[in-house]
């Protein structure tokens, strides 16, 4: 019966470590490539990245919330990421320059984590992530996301070129098999099963690249992979504001596991402090290794209901497959080859289960009145600015304002978030 539990624990460790490649491996692609890295350098940053996700994942699932979510990396430091490699030699004078500003911003955001979690701000603004806000939250994902979903499982992203029948054919194989999975005794492992065998068909349609055997068969990760972080006074706004931002997110994401998770199995509330903590530890961390920055994200609430994986272990020993796979070279190159369709396609049953939950949760709001206004205005918001183009805002704003106001998820949280504290407020002076 032991035995039993280890080997399932190891697979469904197994399946933790290649959802988190699926979902983390894209962004350190493309700011690799957005800063013109060398392949040498490029490949390290993958490398840290990788690292850093699974001993991030590690820390909070060990020592902070302690709830079967993962850590990836997040859009709002994927987008700053982005646009100082536009703007950045500008500013800094050249891309590595930017890369050290970008470790001294991350290494702050995790001091001013540390400032906030001291001061209890973060437990005070706990209560404020009610079932319209955590419901909002999961709707304005969804609508993020779908779009990119549908653009990897089509091979269609606006650049001119048609939809690939063949990708699509994949897709659709994928889906049906996760959904078919999703009923048997396989529940647990449909999302491992399904980008194995996705992976299999999308090789056999001739649609992957071949395998290039990298030089080093071992490599040691370095600390401040582009120099010494570089103090600019001029990132601490966009810092600040970033750390509030993510602390919001936290927070809504830890709000969405435990709801999630408490339908099945006993779940650990009251580590908000303890939380607060380790992200200001995993921003340091981050920080010296030049890794764009890491959220919980509230999407691991679907991978678990869809699994049915609640307990923290098997999250614990993805993690730690993560690390270790990190320093060798020839594991990460492979694994990075996984094809963005097959992770999207097979992603797409436990997103769907979060687009239910959402719902679920906006039916809990106590007054619906006010929910529907809330939720109204903040997903009109929302939803309206994710199909503004970028460069609408950055023409206009500066730097660190069109960051944030391009952001369509944090824009209407964060506006739920201010209808719901007001709500609260009133009814308490009215009480």
């Known amino acids: 019966m032991k035995n039993q539990s280890t080997v399932k624990n190891l697979l469904g460790g197994l399946q933790w470590a290649l959802y988190m490649i699926s979902t983390g491996i894209v962004m350190p692609v493309v700011i690799g490539q957005s800063y013109h890295l060398s392949p040498s350098d490029a490949s390290m940053y993958i490398q840290v990245t990788l690292l850093c996700i699974g001993l991030a994942t590690i820390t909070q699932a060990v020592f902070g919330h302690r709830l079967p979510i993962n850590e990836t990396p997040c859009g709002l430091w994927f987008g700053i990421f982005t646009m100082y490699a536009t703007i950045g030699v500008t500013l800094f004078g050249s891309e590595s320059e930017t890369l050290r500003v970008l470790e001294f911003s991350l290494i702050l955001c995790g001091v001013f984590g540390f400032i906030l979690n001291m001061l209890g701000v973060i437990e005070k603004l706990e209560k404020y992530f009610t079932p319209t806000v955590v419901g909002t939250n999961l709707l304005l994902l969804v609508a993020l996301c779908s779009k990119f979903f549908f653009q990897a499982m089509t091979s269609v992203y606006g650049d001119g070129y048609g939809m690939n029948l063949k990708v699509v054919l994949c897709s659709v194989v994928i889906i049906v098999l996760t959904f078919f999975l999703m009923n048997t005794r396989l529940k647990a492992y ?32 370095r600390i401040f992979p582009f120099g010494p972080p570089r103090i600019e006074l001029s990132m601490i706004i966009t810092s600040f504001l970033c750390t509030l931002l993510l ?21 650990a509330t009251g580590r908000t402090k303890q939380a607060g903590s380790c992200f200001s530890f995993i921003y340091i961390l981050l920080g010296c290794f030049g890794v764009t920055g890491l959220i919980p994200t509230s ?11 609640t307990r923290t272990k098997p999250l614990i020993i993805g993690g730690i497959i993560i690390a270790a796979i990190s ?24 997103f769907v289960s979060l687009c239910g939950f959402s719902i679920e949760c906006l039916e809990g709001a106590e007054d619906k009145k006010s929910m529907y206004q809330t939720v109204g205005l903040s997903v009109l918001i929302g939803i309206g600015i ?6 609408g805002f950055t023409m206009a704003l500066p730097a660190f304002l069109s960051t944030f106001l391009s952001n369509g998820l944090i824009v209407g949280t964060i506006i739920a978030l201010i209808m719901e504290v007001t709500r609260i407020h009133k009814k308490e002076k009215e009480n």
Request: hydrophobic share 45%.
């Open 247 to 267: 602390v919001t997110n936290l927070l809504s994401s830890m709000k969405i596991a435990q709801q999630m998770v408490s339908q099945y199995d006993e779940v």
């Open 190 to 221: 449909s999302v491992l099963i399904s980008i194995v065998v996705g992976w299999g068909l999308y090789t056999l349609l001739g649609l992957s690249t071949p395998y290039e055997m990298p030089s080093q068969l071992v490599r040691m990760p």
């Open 327 to 350: 320093f060798f070279p020839p594991i990460t190159s492979l694994l990075s080859m996984i094809p963005e369709s097959v992770g999207y396609a097979a992603l797409f049953v436990p």
């Open 299 to 309: 999407e691991g609430g679907g991978f678990v209901v869809s699994t049915g994986m």
């Open 386 to 391: 994710m199909n503004v183009p970028g460069t």
